[in-house]
């Protein structure tokens, strides 16, 4: 097995590549290779969620190739980590078949499952929402743990401390993740399930710095919870992914890979998605000694993972990873925005114009009507450009 260290050590001393270079020059033709090579095309459009089980193979194939030509990358040293066929065969071998979660009577195990899997899944809840005190934060997971069939919940992030904005690397961060977790706990104190596992790392603080400030079993993460390690797009693993990771490692915690595809990026279509999406999930415990994984797959114009074509790479990925690699993973749903409300004439707002706030000087709007809500007959918009007064008539 290759060890974490030795990932670090090929981080600083494999090939010199520069960025641009290896998106264009290593990562796109890879990966158009592989789906040629294993004759890949993508389903009907009218099949969001494909049952073609040869299709599934093959793609799980294609990942194993893309991954061995491609390898990852550090841009904080412009080399690429690179690793063999053997090696990736090893670690897929050996990677966990369930994630062990949570403690006393909530202790768990999170399993994968496989197409048509009778087995009931993983039930994780929330998300990491930014939240502006901590009467909220507390309330909104204390009302996650109060769900019977939650396994396990997020916790929201803390956008402000007695008034004063978290910004990242200042010390209110460090602060506002331990505060975070220990509104957390606390919540699912009251609610009567204190051994809950919280597996989205911190949503409070993205550095390394917050991770080590909430390695503390009393009022911080313990090592069974979930510590997520999110890389860059696309197979890209810098230095502050690393250092995390070397921590929660060294703490005995259970890391979570998180990556996904982006649709319409360099990942291209949908083939070329779900090919990404399947190699992701595989290399985790190869890169990060991953014990679980985190897909967030998302369109890179509709900035959601819920568009039709995303659905289906995802359906795909999950397809050809759960049929030949039982390690335990979750996707993200993220979905688009709410959709638009009637106005007190019962008509929607139309997209081709323009919204107005009423009052004492109105205002016009930059945003489509689509884009906006409408409170009895009112016109409310999160967004105006600069004052002018609304034609009559």
Known sequence: MVSFLEICRRAATGPIVAPDDFDMARFVPALRGAIKKHGLQAPPKDVIVPWDDDLADRIYLAAKDFLVETGCYCPDTNRVITFTREELEESIHHAPRQCPMGEGKEAGFMRPRRPEDPQIPWCHVGGGIPVS??????????GYARIPHADSISIPAMTQLRGMPVQAGAPSE???????????????????????????LLSSSASPMGVLAVTNREYGLRPSDGWLIVSLSELKLDYNVMNKTAAILSFGGNVGFAAGAIYGGFAGGVMGSAVLNAAYIMVGPLLVSATYHLLYSLHIA????????VLTSVALGCQAVS???PFPYFDLGIPPRAPRRRSSTGRAPRASSPTWRRGPTSRRCTRPRESCWTTTARWRCCLTARSRTRPRG
């Open 174 to 200: 460090i602060y506002a993740a331990i505060q975070s977790v220990r509104l957390g706990r606390d919540s699912m104190r009251r609610a009567g399930r204190p051994g809950l596992p919280i597996i989205n």
């Open 133 to 142: 005190s901590d009467e909220i934060a507390s309330a909104v997971v204390e």
């Open 323 to 325: 049929r030949n690699m």
């Open 302 to 309: 509709q900035s959601n993972s819920t568009a039709r074509e």
